[in-house]
């Protein structure tokens, strides 16, 4: 199966993520595109709502 970062939420210009086919060494974290900062990634969706939201 081919991995893909596929969307889950769409909020204020930017796109929560979580790796699709990820394996038990993947990230199973989300992300945020287009990044708030580079190498971070969310435990939770709410985690990544809470940094989009905090920086407007």
């Known amino acids: 199966m081919t991995k893909q970062w596929k969307t889950v939420l ?4 930017f796109e929560i993520k979580v790796l699709d086919g990820a394996g038990q060494d993947d990230c199973h974290d ?3 595109v287009p990044p708030l900062g580079e190498g971070h990634s969310y435990a939770t969706i709410e985690d990544a709502v809470k940094a989009i939201t905090g920086k407007e």
């Open 10 to 13: 769409r909020t204020r210009g």
């Open 30 to 32: 989300y992300i945020i």
